[in-house]
């Protein structure tokens, strides 16, 4: 499927989401290429499989087209909306899987080829997200909820279902690993 | 000198920086995106339905033209039943005959007229 990335810039999302809702197909489009991409990053960032995150960037459209009639323009900001939604998905099917208490456990690294690995050329790239996946599930989490999410602690802490502590505690140790397995890559990184 | 631990965030905040940069150049499959726009194009659908069927409900709501007639008619024939009632029963007693024609007229119920020739019967 050949459609160019996002290719109406000038129009913003609420306009779209109000032509979606006067049953715009066209709409519906445009934001999908604008935000499915993002999603699906997340979400691949997030559970290490590449077929649960295009079920989680399915559902997280399909929680817009249902939001979308009482979307209030203005208002939240769609990608930021989009964001919370995908990584509260995510939160949810780790819990199901009880990946949230395998910190300790045998890494389960899923063997189909990471898509960062796929369209990530830069060997910095890929090198970052192998190490990113090498982490524990609540580590990662912790890691990109703040760094990609901007959240605070407590906002963390409050999304995860954990203390603040256990957050600060989970974000010193995932630093402290990230750090040391992107140690050689320092110098190309800052 | 430089804390550690402020070279290891600025390490990883730049580490996700590029991660964010290679994610845009991401491209969801063809399939997953012909399941969104299916999902899109259900959505729509399902409202045009739900609208469809709101407006046949508006619709069927409607009072008809016989619907008013028949109101009308049956309006005008319980008022009727209900004067001439007050008639007969004040006929039968002249007293209370004023009294039951404002009834009447004031209640257009028969039953107004009866309670009034009942207490006017009383009273005699």
């Not at chain 2, 009834?103 to 257009?108: F, K, L, N, R, S």
Request: aromatic share 6%; glycine share 4%.
């Amino acid at each position: 499927m050949h459609i160019a990335f996002d290719s109406d810039i000038s129009v913003d999302d609420d306009t779209l989401i109000t032509r979606f809702n006067a049953g715009d197909h066209a709409a519906a489009r445009l934001l999908t290429m604008r935000h499915a991409p993002r999603i699906l990053a997340r979400a691949n960032r997030m559970l290490r499989n590449s077929a649960e995150a295009e079920d989680v960037t399915q559902e997280a459209m399909m929680r817009l087209w249902k939001t979308a009639a009482t979307w209030e323009p203005g208002g939240a900001k769609l990608s930021t909306w989009l964001h919370r939604v995908t990584t509260n998905l995510c939160i949810d099917r780790m819990r199901r899987a009880q990946s949230l208490d395998l910190e300790a456990a045998p890494e389960q690294i899923d063997d189909r080829p990471h898509a960062a690995d796929v369209l990530q050329s830069a060997d910095v790239s890929r090198h970052i997200a192998n190490a990113l996946d090498k982490l524990p599930d609540r580590q990662r989490m912790a890691l990109t909820l703040r760094f990609l999410d901007d959240l605070t602690n407590p906002e963390i802490a409050e999304m995860m279902e954990l203390s603040v502590d256990a957050v600060e505690s989970l974000l010193a140790r995932g630093k402290r690993s990230l750090a040391a397995a992107l140690d050689a890559h320092r110098d190309a990184l800052l | 000198m430089t804390d550690p631990k402020d070279t290891d965030n600025a390490l990883i905040a730049a580490a996700f920086q590029r991660l964010e940069t290679a994610d845009q150049e991401l491209v969801p499959s063809d399939q997953l995106l012909e399941r969104i726009f299916g999902d899109a194009a259900e959505v729509i659908a399902e409202r045009n339905d739900a609208s469809v069927q709101d407006m046949s409900e508006v619709e069927a709501e409607k009072p008809s033209l016989f619907g008013w007639a028949y109101e009308v008619w049956a309006g005008v024939i319980a008022l009727t039943a209900a004067a001439a009632a007050g008639l007969f029963v004040g006929y039968l007693d002249p007293v209370g005959l004023g009294a039951l024609l404002m009834g009447t007229a004031a209640a257009e119920d028969g039953f107004s007229a009866v309670t009034v020739w009942l207490e006017g019967g009383s009273s005699l």
